[in-house]
């Protein structure tokens, strides 16, 4: 399919949300995509966000990616992760709506990635979370075992944020299905590995559909 990308805005709880759709006509399944911490520089043309985004739609997934409150042309303010989850489930409603015969995943990138987890809490339809970069030193491991969805984890190998052998060690202690990729040479910004992490998050999209089967 061709690789459409339509700018469009979403009705948010603090206004206006801006948001790139890449729609396909028979989708394997959605997509909402995470960008990381908004004061840190996040936003969803993020590399690792807008590659991940364009192979999942190659692989055959209607995706959506977001600025959240305060992002770019987004209305609104930070709201330290609170708001943002309100964000994130308008986007989900809506690429749902669009695609309602599909299932859907949560992709997160870092403070999108918890987002995204504390979401999926809430969804019990949520068919995975692929979190790429999970910030365990800053969040913790409790915000990963609340949900029952399946859980990728794609992580940097050098990520300054949590290593992969920690990484390990907290997804053993959850009920749910996970599963961890490591992508060789990169840290948590996944420099010059865009493409290479945007590969491992198909893959790990795809482990997620068939974890529950």
Known sequence: MADRLLKL??????????????PHAEPR???VVAHPHPLYGGNLDNPPVFHSDREL?????ATLRLN???VGSSEGVFDD?????????????WLRA???AAPWLLVGYSFGSICALRLARAEPSCAGVVAMGLPLSVYGAGELGASEAPLAVVQGESDEFGLPGEIDKALASIRA?????TVAG?????AERARETAAAVVEAARWCLGARS
């Not at 805005?9 to 890449?22: C, F, H, Q």
């Not at 992760?81 to 409603?93: F, H, I, M, S, Y």
């Not at 299905?177 to 990729?181: E, G, N, T, V, Y």
Request: proline letters at 6%.
């Open 29 to 31: 399944a959605a997509a």
């Open 68 to 70: 959240f409150r305060g």
């Open 186 to 190: 990169a840290n948590h910004i996944f």
């Open 177 to 181: 299905p996970h599963r961890l990729w």
């Open 98 to 100: 669009l695609a309602p």
């Open 81 to 93: 992760g609170r708001g943002e989850v309100e964000d994130l489930a308008v986007a989900t409603r």
């Open 57 to 61: 739609h190659r692989a055959g997934f």
């Open 9 to 22: 805005w979403l009705d948010g709880p603090a206004g206006k949300l801006e948001a790139r759709l890449r």
